[in-house]
């Protein structure tokens, strides 16, 4: 693996002399030989706690100052390296779709490591959180992030090839599909979740993927003052997406005022200014 630089990882505690290491686990997966690694770091140098965080990360406790940085060197080796901290580009978060979730539309896996690797611990005026999601089932909490980055799916009809069997308007997640008399289903985009849900379930095939890839959200975030990311794109493509964010991080470095973080350059110049900005070089659809 490259050599990924989060920052140092050591986060102080309240008892003088002690550290806890925060590590970094890229997609979000920890083998037998890290855990084994892990659990021995922790008996040995720790108190044999270990915790998981929100982000999907791991954090070991009761490390001694002293021995933090040597503990951490080890366990970079092992694929484990220091977590990120302070102003700069945290660890993405990732949803559990990839191999086993019938919902996911794209492999997110390897999306969050792409976007790890260009871009972890890059310094930002304040912290700067990413969530990758599979489907609009949204697991990943990306709507609670700076970035959030939804797989999305848009239907179109192919109405010689519909039986008018009904299953798209039961299933349709967004109550966006009803049908006509004739029993052929009618989409209202506006309600849409671009979910490809009516794609994956249509029995004859009528239902095809019109557009695919993926719905971006901004500005979102947990602590004091939570607040909802707002939707920019629906369906860029993955080379739109990382346009998307090479200019997103421009933008924060060129708009932010002191340490706020993006929602709020976003809620003080609105939307549509950091629509202009940011979307400058794709095609919007
Ligand atoms: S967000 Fe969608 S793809 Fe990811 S785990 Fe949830 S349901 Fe599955
Ligand atoms: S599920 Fe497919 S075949 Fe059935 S009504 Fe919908 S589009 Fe037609
Ligand atoms: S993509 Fe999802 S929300 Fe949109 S029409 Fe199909 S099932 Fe409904």
């Known amino acids: 693996m490259t050599k990924l630089r989060g920052g140092e990882g050591i986060l102080a505690q309240d008892q003088k002399d002690y550290v806890t290491l925060r590590l970094l686990v890229c997609p979000g997966y920890l083998s037998a030989d890290q855990l084994r690694a892990l659990a021995d770091v922790a008996e040995k140098e720790g108190r044999g706690s270990i915790i998981i965080t929100t982000r999907k990360g791991i954090q070991v406790p009761w490390i ?164 909802l990311g707002l939707k920019v794109v629906d369906n860029v493509t993955e080379e739109e997406l990382f346009k998307v964010l090479d200019n997103t991080f421009k933008y924060f470095d060129k708009f932010a005022e002191g340490r706020e973080r993006i929602g709020k350059i976003i809620a003080r110049r609105g939307l549509d200014h950091f629509k202009s900005e940011v979307l400058k070089d794709i095609k919007v659809q």
Request: glycine share 10%; charged share 25%.
């Open 64 to 227: 001694k100052f002293e021995r933090a940085k040597e503990i951490s060197a080890k366990l970079e080796m092992i694929g484990l390296p220091p977590g990120s901290c302070g102003r700069k580009v945290r660890a993405v978060v990732a949803c559990a779709g990839t191999e086993r979730c019938p919902f996911a539309l794209f492999d997110i896996d390897a999306l969050c490591s792409k976007i790890t690797q260009k871009y972890y611990g890059r310094m930002t005026p304040t912290k700067f959180k990413t969530a990758v999601a599979g489907c609009p089932n949204s697991c990943s909490n990306p709507y609670i992030n700076d970035f959030g980055i939804i797989g999305s799916e848009t239907p179109r009809l192919i109405e010689d090839s519909c039986i008018r069997c009904g299953s798209c308007e039961r299933l349709c997640r967004g109550d966006a599909i009803t049908t006509i008399e004739d029993g052929l289903p009618v989409i209202d985009f506006d309600k849409c979740i671009h979910c490809g849900w009516c794609i994956t379930n249509c029995p004859s095939g009528a239902m095809v993927a019109d557009k695919c890839g993926f719905s971006i959200t901004v500005g979102g975030k947990s602590g004091r003052i939570p607040a």
